[in-house]
């Protein structure tokens, strides 16, 4: 078999040595690379290869590590491992002990920042820029960031400052939206490359100088010629004024799988000494026909058939808790013409789809804007509406502020449906739900929910939209526990659990998803001789005060949780045991002080001893 030029890449500096031929040569390879390992593992598949000649492009341009490049979310960075090194280890991708599926600083000095969540680039690129002029350096910094990634305010917010500060930088906009045009291509590319000139800017700069200095009539020239060509800019390039109006140089749209285009361009806004956005127009999901056809399934897919890109799947007698929430949801809309569903670009990830369909006027799609759903959830719950706002944990935790102030603080009627909370599994420490829970519990007003299985999460979904008030109801991923549903959903009572299992030794006070691993651990300590009574607890705010004084009256009080221990539903048991007086010896499980890697959800249960075994061998070493 012929030698892949991809195996003979061992850095960036190797780039370098490539003709544009073979460059395109080694994306071919990469892209095969990235297809043949996720249809294993899964991944971020479209965004990736679609990114691949922005990548070596970069790359060869640049001197990395010494320069700078940033991914924005980093979901597209599969073609960054390949040629940084991490070939042989790119099979292990999102695996348990393998490689991340984004970049990680700790598993390369070629990764700037633990990237994983949308519209941070530009404000880490921009930090580094500066800290590069306090140091007197000139090393290059680019940061590339997504058409959808560049919606979320973080971006904005760092636009404005990146046109304030001026310092040289490159943003290169991954566009997979817009096509390009040939008619008006070479014009734009033209203008575009005078615009990124230093010689046409201080050319430009310098005739207006002279203008304005000669008198009225040159003023008036000037003033004629700035109108002219601002008119002149916006007729011809719409899509760049926002930006050349924060003081950023915009190209004109660049064929994003163009190696000689794209390092043509990068040779020229490399060495302008402003701010500059390059505009790089990509297709989602290039190379692979399955991924360009659907590029929101391939946007992140479990392990798929090359040939026909449909996923693996595996059967399960139990629907996911997501699903079932979605359908509780439509359901309780039918009924209430009040209730409007929101979420932050992820419709199919939070189970919105049949929502948007069937209430398609009732249904939001605030883009990657987690903070602006959430105060946007404010303003209808105050003009009468009942929102419900779904956003995994971890996005969620990007809205803290607009939760506090925007929702609980008026204690107005929105619900938060908040999905993937808990260990998540191969997308790692950026999207473990770990803080949902004390990050809920703090807020005052805010009273939440932890259904332990999916007739649970229908019943909490009603309660929150009757009782009104601002709700937290957090779930996990993935299938629920195959119990029946409920034909009609029920009222849960404010702050009271339910014994699930008897026992006087030890009483097992269990959060969500962790009441089964509870039982099943009570199981266990019942053949070692330990009688053990297991509590849903249900609600994680506020408290079951009676079932805590109850648990009180055996020999050890255990909480298990599946988020953060510091500021979780264990240490809120504590301190209600505090408050009624009761002294009796405790023992709070759940995830430590601690970011959890990638890996299976259940291998990671059992390192972090929250796995059947590891909380009956806790309890049991506590009680001898």
Request: glycine share 10%; aromatic share 6%.
């Amino acid at each position: 078999m012929d030698h892949r030029i991809l195996d003979v890449i061992s850095s960036p500096a190797d780039l370098k040595l490539l003709t544009n031929e073979e460059l395109s040569i080694l994306a071919r390879e990469i892209r095969e690379e990235i297809v043949s390992v996720t249809s294993e593992t899964g991944g971020h598949v479209g965004s990736s290869l679609g990114a691949v000649e922005i990548i070596l492009a970069v790359h060869s341009m640049l001197d990395c590590p010494r320069d700078r490049f940033i991914f924005d979310v980093g979901h597209q960075a599969y073609a960054h491992k390949l040629v940084t090194g991490r070939l042989e280890e790119f099979k292990s991708l999102r695996t348990y002990g393998g490689l991340s599926g984004f970049p990680k600083p700790g598993e390369s000095p070629y990764d700037v920042h633990p990237s994983g969540h949308a519209s941070d680039s530009l404000s880490v690129a921009l930090g580094l820029a500066k800290a590069r002029d306090l140091s007197g350096g000139d090393n290059k910094v680019v940061a590339l960031i997504g058409d959808a990634a560049l919606s979320g305010g973080m971006a904005f917010e760092a636009l404005n400052h990146i046109g304030q500060a001026q310092t040289p930088m490159v943003v290169v906009l991954n566009d997979n939206e817009m096509s390009i045009s040939r008619n008006v291509g070479a014009l734009m590319k033209h203008l575009g490359y005078m615009r990124a000139s230093s010689q046409y800017r201080q050319t430009r700069d310098s005739v207006q100088e002279r203008l304005e200095s000669s008198g009225p009539f040159g003023e008036a020239l000037a003033n004629f010629g700035r109108n002219m060509k601002e008119s002149m800019k916006q007729f011809v390039l719409p899509r760049t004024m926002i930006f050349e109006q924060l003081g950023i140089l915009c190209t004109a749209p660049i064929d994003g799988h163009d190696i000689g285009a794209l390092k043509e361009t990068l040779a020229m806004v490399l060495e302008t000494d402003a701010p500059v956005l390059m505009h790089v127009v990509t297709k989602k999901g290039a190379g692979y026909g399955p991924a360009v056809r659907n590029p929101e399934k391939f946007h992140g897919i479990a392990p798929y058939d090359v040939a026909t890109g449909a996923v693996k799947k595996k059967p399960s007698a139990a629907p996911s808790y997501t699903s079932v929430f979605g359908a509780a949801l439509a359901a309780e809309a039918r009924k209430d013409e009040r209730i409007v569903a929101i979420t932050a670009a992820m419709k199919d990830g939070t189970g919105l789809a049949g929502f948007a369909e069937e209430f398609p006027s009732r249904f939001v799609d605030s883009g990657i804007a987690e903070e602006h759903a959430v105060g946007l959830a404010s303003g209808l719950a105050i003009g009468g509406k009942k929102p419900v706002v779904a956003i995994y944990s971890t996005f969620l935790q990007r809205a803290v502020d607009q939760l506090v102030i925007n929702n609980a603080l008026p204690n107005l009627d929105v619900v938060f449906a908040i999905d993937r909370a808990g260990v998540v599994g191969e997308d790692g420490p950026t999207h473990h739900g770990m803080f949902d829970l004390a990050y809920t519990r703090m807020v005052p007003h805010m009273r939440v929910l932890a259904p332990s299985n999916e007739a649970e999460l229908v019943h909490a979904l009603h309660t929150a939209l009757a009782l009104g008030g601002p709700f937290a109801i957090r779930y996990p991923r993935g299938a629920a526990e195959g119990v029946p549903l409920p034909e009609e959903p029920q009222v849960l009572e404010v702050g009271k659990s339910q014994v699930v299992r008897e026992g006087a030794d030890v009483a097992i006070l269990a959060f969500g998803r962790m009441v089964g691993r509870a039982l099943g651990a009570a199981e266990l300590l019942a053949a070692r001789g330990i009688d053990a009574r297991v509590v849903d607890m249900r609600w994680a705010k506020p408290l079951d005060a009676d079932a805590i004084a109850r648990a009180a009256q055996t020999r050890l009080v255990v909480t298990v949780e599946g988020g953060i221990v510091s500021g979780g539903a264990g240490e809120g048991v504590l301190g209600e045991l505090a408050r009624q007086g009761l002294a009796v010896p405790a023992l709070t499980l759940g995830i430590p002080d601690m970011f959890v890697p990638q890996g299976k959800a259940d291998l990671l249960l059992r390192d972090l001893g929250l796995d059947l075994e590891g909380i009956a061998a806790s309890i049991e070493e506590r009680m001898k």
